[in-house]
């Protein structure tokens, strides 16, 4: 089992930065590669990027490449998103997700997680 919590939202102007971290708890954390997703009022589940359990490479949306870093600290149970440039349209809450890990394959879909964080809000002002 795998518990997650996120943190780090909040309210920012357009053009700013925030840093979301998520912090797990359990034992086979180190073995579960890491997504995150967000989902606004109406819309479906969003996949931004995901992480290998072992931190190397990752993948991430095109909505948000070049303005979204993912990583993770093994040794802190923590894995964080770094996210720049930030737009009106990035408003939502973020998830942060774990799935166990039985290949290095990345898994781009909200139903490949087995576990999932509460979510936290991101609100971005024009």
């Known amino acids: 089992q795998v518990q997650l919590v996120e943190s780090g939202g909040g309210l920012v102007q357009a053009g700013g930065s925030l840093r979301l971290s998520c912090a797990a708890s359990?034992?086979?954390?180190?073995?579960?590669?890491m997504g995150w997703f967000r989902q606004a009022p109406g819309k479906e589940r969003e996949f931004l990027a995901a992480?290998?359990?072992?931190?190397?490479?990752?993948a991430d949306a095109d909505s948000v490449k070049g303005r979204f870093t993912s990583a993770r600290v093994n040794a802190e149970n923590t894995v964080y998103l770094h996210m720049n440039s930030l737009k009106p349209e990035d408003t939502a809450v973020y998830y942060c997700?774990?799935?166990?890990?039985?290949?290095?394959?990345?898994?781009?879909?909200?139903?490949?997680?087995?576990?999932w964080g509460q979510g936290t809000q991101v609100t971005v002002s024009s």
């Open positions: 997700a774990a799935r166990q890990a039985s290949s290095n394959v990345i898994v781009t879909t909200a139903p490949g997680y087995n576990y």
């Open positions: 992480i290998r359990w072992s931190g190397g490479s990752t």
């Open positions: 359990g034992r086979t954390f180190t073995n579960c590669h």
